[in-house]
C-alpha cells in the first residue's frame, strides 16, 4: 500500500500508535521512551514536547516487522519476497503538483534547535543529533543522485557535522572538494516508510537511482520538487527539509554520538552549513534511537534481504536471512536447505564479502528459526566443531564505527558453520501436534 506521507501512515495505525500526551522533554526523555519499548510495541507520537509547543515527534515507527510488513501490505513471512519483487519494479520519481514540505519557509536562519525538536539520545552525547535525516544531493562529475541517512550534531548556529563513511556521498563530497567547491544538500525528515526504507538500500557505486527504488517500493512513484536554495530535488511530502551545503576543506570534531553499535564514537567530519528549513503546518520530527529495534528493522531490511536476495541467485538452497538485532549489521545468520557443507563454506565468503560490514555470519539448517537467537546458539552448540567449521577472513575492510576495529582501517571476518550431518545423531526431539496443540490453546487462555 502506497502512503502519500508519514502523517497518513500514522493515521492508518489506529491502535497500533501511542499517543504519548504527558510532556516529555527532547533531551534523553524521548530517546529513553524509545530505547524502552519491547519488541513489537506500537509506534509512539509524543504530542507535548517540553520546550515546542505544537511541535510532535514520532518513533519506534519500525519496530518490529509486523508493522513494516502493514507498511508494504503483506504479512510478516512475505515480506522479504514482497520487498525483493516490488523492488525489482523501478518507478521513476515525478515532479510534484503541490509542495506541502514548503508550507512553512525559515531561510537563512541562525538556529536550528529552536526550529526543531532535535532529540539527544544518551547521556554523553556531544549534543543533539539527527539520527533519520535522508540526504540527498548530485554528484558534482556525473549528475547520479544519492540519498542515504547520515547522523549529524548540532554544532550552535546554523552548522552541522555530517558523518560521511559511506559512498556514494562520501564520493560525492570528495569529487566536490577536488574541485573545490560546496557540495548542495537537501536533508529530508519525516518520510513514509517506503522512501526512508530505500534511502538506505545498499546500492553500490553503479547502483539504481534510490528515487526509483521507493517508488518500486510503493508502486506509486515518489514526488519531488525543487529546493529553494540548493540545486538538489526534495520529497514534496516529507515533513520537514532542511538545505545546505557540505564546506569544501572544512572538517571538526563530531560526536561523542551514542552509535547503533552501543558504543559512543567520535569522529573529525565535514560540516555543513545550513541555509533554509522548510516544513509542513504542524510538522512532526521523526526520531529514531540508536540501538533499537527501529534501526534493527531498518538494517534487517535494506541491507538483510538485499543480500539474501543477492546469494539466492549465487547458491541454492538459501532459504532465508537475518541481521541479528543489536549488532549494527555487523552479524547474520543464514537459514539453508538441503546444500551441501562445501557449498555452504562458500556461501560464507560470498556473504561476508558482498555485504562489507558484515563481520560474522552463521549458517545453519531450516529448522532453526534464525530470528531465536537460542536456537542460533544451540545449532552452534551442536552441529558447529570449531576446527572443521570455521571460515575467517583476514585483511578485510575494518568499519568505522566498529570499535573492534578502532585505530586501523583494517579488520577481519568469520563464518560458522552450524549445519547438521544426516545421521540418527541429528534425530531432533518432537512432541506429538496434538499435544502441542492442546498446549497451545491452554497459552492462549493464560494471556487473555
Ligand atoms: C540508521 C542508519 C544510520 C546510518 N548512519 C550513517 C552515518 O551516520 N554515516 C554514514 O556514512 N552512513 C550511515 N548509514 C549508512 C548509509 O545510509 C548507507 O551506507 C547508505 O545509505 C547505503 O547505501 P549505499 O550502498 O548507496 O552506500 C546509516 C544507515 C542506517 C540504517
Same mark, same amino acid.
Given at each position: 500500500m502506497a502512503y502519500p506521507d508519514l502523517r497518513s501512515f500514522l493515521a492508518d495505525l489506529g491502535d497500533d500508535l501511542l499517543h504519548v500526551r504527558d510532556e516529555f522533554d527532547p533531551k534523553f526523555e524521548i530517546a529513553a521512551v524509545l530505547r524502552s519499548l519491547p519488541a513489537d510495541a506500537p509506534a509512539a507520537l509524543f504530542e507535548n514536547v517540553r520546550g515546542y509547543p505544537g511541535a510532535r515527534v514520532a518513533g519506534n515507527l519500525f519496530g518490529g516487522r509486523r508493522r513494516v510488513a502493514r507498511a508494504f501490505g503483506t504479512t510478516e513471512e512475505r515480506l522479504a519476497q514482497t520487498w525483493l519483487d516490488n523492488k525489482q519494479r523501478a518507478i521513476p520519481p515525478v515532479a510534484a $503538483?503541490? !509542495?506541502? /514540505?514548503?508550507e512553512v519557509v525559515h531561510r537563512?536562519? @541562525?538556529?536550528l534547535l529552536p526550529l526543531l525538536p532535535i532529540l539527544t539520545h544518551h547521556e554523553k552525547d556531544g549534543a543533539p543529533f539527527i539520527t533519520t535525516g535522508v540526504v540527498l544531493c548530485t554528484d558534482p562529475v556525473t549528475g547520479r543522485r544519492g540519498m542515504g541517512i547520515h547522523r549529524m550534531m548540532i $554544532?550552535?548556529?546554523?552548522r552541522l557535522g555530517i558523518l560521511l563513511a559511506n559512498p556514494p556521498l562520501s564520493q560525492f563530497h570528495a569529487n566536490a572538494e577536488a574541485k573545490g567547491e560546496a557540495l548542495d544538500v537537501a536533508i529530508a525528515l519525516g518520510l513514509e516508510p517506503a522512501t526512508l526504507l530505500a534511502s538506505v /538500500? %545498499?546500492? #553500490?557505486?553503479? #547502483?539504481?537511482?534510490k528515487m526509483a527504488v521507493a517508488g518500486g517500493l510503493r508502486g506509486d512513484p515518489v514526488e519531488l520538487a525543487r529546493a529553494l536554495t540548493v540545486n538538489v530535488e526534495v520529497p514534496a511530502r516529507a515533513e520537514i527539509v532542511i538545505e545546505g551545503r557540505i564546506l569544501p576543506g572544512v572538517r571538526e570534531p563530531e560526536g561523542p554520538f551514542g552509535e547503533n553499535t552501543g558504543y559512543y564514537f567520535s569522529n573529525v567530519s565535514p560540516v555543513v552549513e545550513v541555509t533554509s528549513v522548510t516544513h509542513r503546518d504542524n510538522f512532526i520530527y521523526p526520531g529514531l534511537c540508536p540501538w533499537s529495534g527501529d534501526v534493527d528493522t531498518l538494517l534487517s531490511l535494506a541491507a538483510g534481504t538485499e543480500l539474501l536476495g543477492q546469494l539466492q541467485t549465487m547458491v541454492a538452497g538459501v532459504v532465508d536471512l537475518d541481521l541479528t538485532g543489536g549488532t549494527a549489521g555487523f552479524s547474520a545468520a543464514i537459514a539453508v536447505r538441503n546444500c551441501p557443507r562445501h557449498e555452504v563454506r562458500r556461501l560464507v565468503m560470498l556473504a561476508l564479502n558482498l555485504d562489507k560490514r558484515l563481520k560474522t555470519v552463521t549458517v545453519v539448517d @531450516?529448522? /532453526?528459526? !534464525? %530470528? @531465536?537467537p537460542r536456537e542460533v546458539a544451540w545449532a552452534m552448540a551442536t552441529r558447529y566443531l570449531p576446527e572443521r567449521d570455521t571460515v575467517i577472513i583476514g585483511g578485510a575492510e575494518g568499519y568505522v564505527i566498529d570499535p573492534s576495529s578502532a585505530g586501523s582501517s583494517v579488520g577481519s571476518k568469520a563464518g560458522f558453520v552450524a549445519t547438521r550431518g544426516a545421521?540418527?545423531?541429528?534425530d531432533r526431539v518432537t512432541l506429538p501436534a496434538a499435544a502441542l496443540a492442546k498446549a497451545q490453546a491452554l497459552l492462549a487462555t493464560l494471556r487473555n
Open positions: $503538483k503541490s !509542495i506541502p /514540505v514548503q537563512a536562519p @541562525d538556529e $554544532k550552535g548556529g546554523n /538500500v %545498499r546500492s #553500490g557505486p553503479l #547502483g539504481p537511482d @531450516d529448522d /532453526v528459526n !534464525i %530470528r @531465536d545421521g540418527p545423531e541429528f
